[in-house]
C-alpha cells in the first residue's frame, strides 16, 4: 500500500513537472523579440521654458485585437485601462494647451486610448486627474508596425503638432506653447 502510495505521489510530480515544462516552452515559443515593445523617446526643447519629453513604450500594433477591442467595449475599457492608458512619461517642463485643454507643468502618466469608431485619444494622467486629447485621425495611410510619436513645427511660432501612428493610423493634435505666443514688453525704464 505504502509503495502504491508513494508511485502515485511520484507520478503527480511527474505529471506535475511536465506539465509545467510545456507552459514554459509555449511561453517561450510565444515570445516573439520582433513584436516586444521598444522604448522610445521624443522630445522639444524651448530656450528660457524647459523642456516637453516622452518616453513611451512602441507598443506593436495587432490588428485582430484592435478589431475586437472596437466590437467589445468590456475588451476596449480593460485594455485601455491596463495596457494602453500606462505606456510611458511625460515630461512637461512648460504649459501646453492642446484641444482647448491646459496641460499644467508637471509629470504625467502617458498613454493612449483607443476609442469607439477608430478614435483615439491621447492621455496624461496623475493621481489627481486625466487629461485626454483627441487626436484628428486619418486611417489611408502606409502601415506602420509599431506606435510611435514625433512632435513637428508648424508655420506658427506658438503651435506644434504631435503626432502619434501605429497600423494604417495618423492621429494628430496641435499642442500650443502660450510662452511662445506674440506678447508686448512694455517700453524702457515705465
Known sequence: MKRILRDNCVASALTAAILIFCCA??????????????TFSHSLDIEGAGQFGLTYKAMHFNEPVYKRMQTEEALRDRINANVWNAIGKA??????????????????????NIEPNEGFTVVFKTS?????VPLHVTKENPDVAYLTFAIFPTDKPDTFVLEGRCGKYRGTADLKVPYLAEHTHPAAGK
Do not use: C, M, N, S
Not at 489627481?128 to 485626454?132: D, N, P
Open 91 to 112: 515630461d512637461v517642463g512648460f504649459e501646453i494647451a492642446a484641444a482647448d485643454q491646459a496641460i499644467p507643468k508637471g509629470k504625467y502618466g502617458f498613454g493612449l
Open 25 to 38: 516552452v509555449l511561453l517561450l515559443q510565444a515570445h516573439d523579440p520582433r513584436t516586444t515593445a521598444k
Open 128 to 132: 489627481e486627474k486625466t487629461i485626454k
